[in-house]
């Protein structure tokens, strides 16, 4: 069975919340551990990382952090994602 594959704006979510999960447990934030969380190559993980340091949504120090604006990014998604599954649910229940 083939994987759906995940859209930029999905790997930059998946990303945020494997940071903000590993920060909350107050374990490292390292490349690695978001790379197996999020199941992606480490190359296209460095890609992304460095595009969203460029893009302010997280701070690429050691540990990796995310700024303000990457928190606002994952409260925005979280809300739009739960909006989406909400109305799948009414309309399977129709």
């Known amino acids: 069975m083939a994987k759906e594959r995940r859209s930029k704006i999905q790997l930059y979510y998946d990303i945020v919340s494997a940071i903000v999960e590993d920060s909350q447990n107050n374990d490292a934030v390292s490349p690695t551990r978001i790379q197996f969380k999020c199941n992606t190559s480490y ?7 460095e595009e969203m340091k460029d893009r302010q949504i997280i701070e690429k120090e050691k540990p990796i952090k995310i700024t303000e604006k990457g928190m606002k990014f994952h409260q925005d998604y979280s809300k739009i994602n739960e909006l989406i599954l909400d109305v799948s649910k009414q309309i399977t229940a129709e």
């Open 43 to 49: 190359d296209k993980l460095t890609k992304y990382l």
